[in-house]
């Protein structure tokens, strides 16, 4: 079952820390990145051992993969509208 992290009972930041102490190498999906906030999990990422990633046609030793994007709303893809 997925957790949600509101940050008025469940932290994000502490549940990310507790994730990553007991992980190999991780994949972050977000729609908005500030990187002041990564200084808070900077540390446990450091200490990632990593792991082998098949990307295309190679295995790659990853440790943390970060992916920034937003959805497109629904009436700018029927406008033809693009963030460039």
Not at 24 to 42: I, M, P, Q, S
Not at 51 to 59: C, F
């Amino acid at each position: 079952m997925p957790k949600i992290y509101d940050n008025i009972e469940n932290q994000l930041t502490k549940g990310l820390n507790e994730t990553l102490e007991v992980s190999n190498r991780t994949d972050f999906c977000v729609g908005y990145f500030n990187l002041r906030g990564w200084k808070e999990v900077a540390v446990k990422i450091d200490l990632l051992s990593g792991a082998s990633v098949n990307e295309g046609k190679e295995d790659i030793h990853r440790t943390c993969r970060l992916l920034v994007g937003m959805q497109k709303l629904p009436i700018d893809i029927l406008k033809g509208t693009s963030y460039k």
